[in-house]
């Protein structure tokens, strides 16, 4: 049961992250050229600050949770989905600390500039490719542990 409820955990964690990146990534960070230069730098500051609980923190515990099913795992899920699901995390992890923090952080210090938003824009599609590569993947786990 408690494997049951870590994976459902996983699942919606996962399912979440993917619609919280993907709109992230097509819509809030689209409209950072219409927010206005001379109140970029308060925009950033207020954004980074906000981004807390409805981003870093679901991105944290899929994390955490993930790490967990490295220990207690449900049976139709394979030791190998984990691992995978756990390199995709680091992947996003990775790509968080290279670009995006640094970019929205350095902008909430600077203000506004075209080529670190260009920059965050592309970087932004590796985090939002695996996670919604790793939704995708959990619903057909999930799909296919419920087939009769």
Same mark, same amino acid.
């Given at each position: 049961?408690?494997?049951?409820?870590?994976?459902?955990?996983?699942?919606?964690?996962?399912?979440?992250?993917?619609?919280?990146?993907?709109?992230?990534?097509?819509?809030?960070?689209?409209?950072? @050229?219409?927010?206005?230069? =001379? &109140?970029?730098?308060?925009?950033?500051? /207020?954004? +980074?600050?906000? %981004?807390? !609980?409805?981003?870093?923190?679901?991105?944290?515990?899929?994390?955490?949770?993930?790490?967990?099913?490295?220990?207690?795992? @449900?049976?139709?899920?394979? =030791? &190998?989905?984990?691992?995978?699901?756990? /390199?995709? +995390?680091?992947? %996003?992890? !990775?790509?968080?600390?290279?670009?995006?923090?640094?970019?929205?952080?350095?902008?909430?210090?600077?203000?506004?500039?075209?080529?670190?938003?260009?920059?965050?824009?592309?970087?932004?599609?590796?985090?939002?490719?695996?996670?919604?590569?790793?939704?995708?993947?959990?619903?057909?786990?999930?799909?296919?542990?419920?087939?009769?």
């Amino acid at each position: 049961m408690t494997e049951l409820i870590l994976f459902g955990t996983f699942l919606f964690l996962a399912v979440f992250n993917a619609g919280n990146m993907a709109t992230l990534q097509i819509q809030h960070y689209g409209i950072y @050229p219409f927010v206005g230069r =001379e &109140t970029f730098k308060e925009y950033m500051q /207020a954004n +980074n600050k906000s %981004a807390r !609980i409805p981003s870093i923190l679901p991105a944290m515990l899929l994390l955490l949770v993930n790490i967990i099913m490295l220990f207690t795992r @449900p049976q139709f899920i394979s =030791e &190998t989905e984990v691992i995978f699901f756990l /390199a995709l +995390n680091i992947v %996003a992890l !990775i790509s968080t600390f290279t670009w995006q923090r640094k970019l929205q952080g350095q902008m909430a210090i600077t203000g506004y500039d075209e080529s670190k938003i260009n920059l965050l824009l592309s970087t932004n599609w590796i985090r939002t490719i695996v996670f919604l590569l790793q939704a995708i993947i959990a619903v057909s786990i999930t799909m296919q542990a419920l087939k009769p």
